[in-house]
């Protein structure tokens, strides 16, 4: 199913910028979606944004115009660029990908639409 690792979190001032990134040890985005992830403390697991394997992409509203999904095929390596930084962006960040190859918005915002996570990396925007 291809692990994954994410890396690139921190500690950032709001209003800065941070850039994750998640490396797959095997060539997936050719066979399903991907997608990132977010959770807050004491909060649910939610869809930050998804790209399909056409390149297609979706963003939470929270984030639409601030942050960036892409993908490096021949680096097996998804990114979030996140710009404008909010206190409110503070969280867990996941990469997954999807169990499915045919994508729809509500199975992207589905976690049980995912088969394989990564371990998480913080973000932490202070105020």
């Known amino acids: 199913q291809g692990e994954l690792v994410e890396s690139g979190g921190g500690l950032v001032q709001a209003g800065g910028s941070l850039r994750l990134s998640c490396g797959v040890s095997?060539?997936?985005?050719?066979?399903?979606?991907v997608a990132w992830y977010r959770q807050p403390p004491g909060k649910p697991r939610d869809l930050v944004a998804s790209?399909?394997?056409?390149?297609?992409?979706n963003y939470a509203d929270s984030v639409k115009g601030r942050f960036t999904i892409s993908k490096d095929n021949a680096k097996n390596t998804l990114y979030l660029q996140m710009n404008s930084l909010k206190p409110e962006d503070t969280a867990v960040y996941y990469c997954?990908?999807?169990?499915?190859?045919?994508?729809?918005?509500?199975?992207?915002?589905?976690?049980?639409?995912?088969?394989?996570w990564g371990q998480g990396t913080q973000v932490t925007v202070s105020s």
């Open positions: 095997t060539s997936i985005f050719s066979s399903a979606w």
């Open positions: 790209i399909t394997t056409g390149g297609l992409t």
């Open positions: 997954a990908k999807a169990a499915y190859s045919d994508y729809t918005l509500s199975l992207a915002k589905s976690v049980k639409a995912y088969d394989s």
